[in-house]
């Protein structure tokens, strides 16, 4: 059964500090993974998408990093500003399949 | 990048009328496009599958008969959520792979259901 597991399940840091997001994966085979931001009351925007041969996407202050034989993924968050605060979701998405399988998300939160 | 929009993006109803949410790709063509259904602290969750000119797929324990889903265009899929009760109050969030790009998926912003 394809599944995906986040760490922590939520997190709680300063304004400036990082902090680094955890995905685990049974999914096979395996496609892609994305990690999505998800504010509260909005749906998910995209923040980036990784093939089997990449090991490393950054998108501003996001970094996310592939570990394809341990299926383990992780995104880092550098400087954080309160607007980070919001629900990262991890997807991976098998070959051949359009349905792709959900974590349940790490809930952040910045404070100032 | 490419957009979904939803309308509308939040309904207050009584119990027992139907509620329907509409769900557009902005800029591209979409065959194919989904529905889920998140309550609060959860994740997403695949509900069905709406295809262009065909019937929708649903996922298993998802009532057909009670979330009717319409895919009338390459643009425009609509869930009605019929007799609506207070159970189904949730977050219904609709997706879309653009083109033939099966594995690349953009959201709507999402439609709050509230039923009292």
């Known amino acids: 059964k394809n599944q995906v597991e986040q760490s922590p399940q939520s997190l709680i840091i300063l304004e400036g500090k990082n902090c680094t997001l955890q995905c685990n994966y049974t999914v096979s085979p395996f496609s892609n993974l994305r990690w999505y931001k998800q504010d509260t009351g909005r749906g998910p925007v995209s923040l980036t998408i990784?093939?089997?041969?990449?090991n490393t996407k950054s998108n501003g202050r996001y970094t996310a990093t592939l570990d394809a034989d341990t299926k383990q993924s992780s995104l880092h968050i550098t400087a954080s500003q309160l607007s980070d605060s919001a629900s990262y979701i991890c997807v991976v998405s098998a070959g051949g399949s359009y349905i792709p399988t959900f974590g349940r998300g790490t809930s952040l939160i910045v404070h100032p | 990048g490419a957009v979904v929009s939803q309308h509308p993006s939040w309904v207050i109803c009584k119990s027992g009328t139907s509620v329907k949410i509409e769900c557009r790709s902005l800029d591209f063509q979409a065959t194919t496009m989904f529905w889920y259904r998140q309550f609060p602290k959860q994740s997403l969750m695949l509900m069905a599958t709406s295809n262009e000119g065909s019937k929708a797929t649903y996922e298993q324990g998802v009532e057909k008969d009670k979330f009717l889903i319409n895919h009338a265009s390459l643009t425009l899929s609509t869930l009605t959520v019929t007799s609506a009760h207070p159970e189904d109050s949730s977050f219904y969030i609709c997706?879309?792979?653009?083109?033939?790009?099966?594995?690349?998926?953009?959201f709507g912003p999402g439609t709050r259901l509230l039923v009292l």
């Open positions: 990784m093939t089997f041969s990449e």
């Open positions: 997706s879309a792979p653009p083109g033939t790009r099966q594995e690349t998926q953009y």
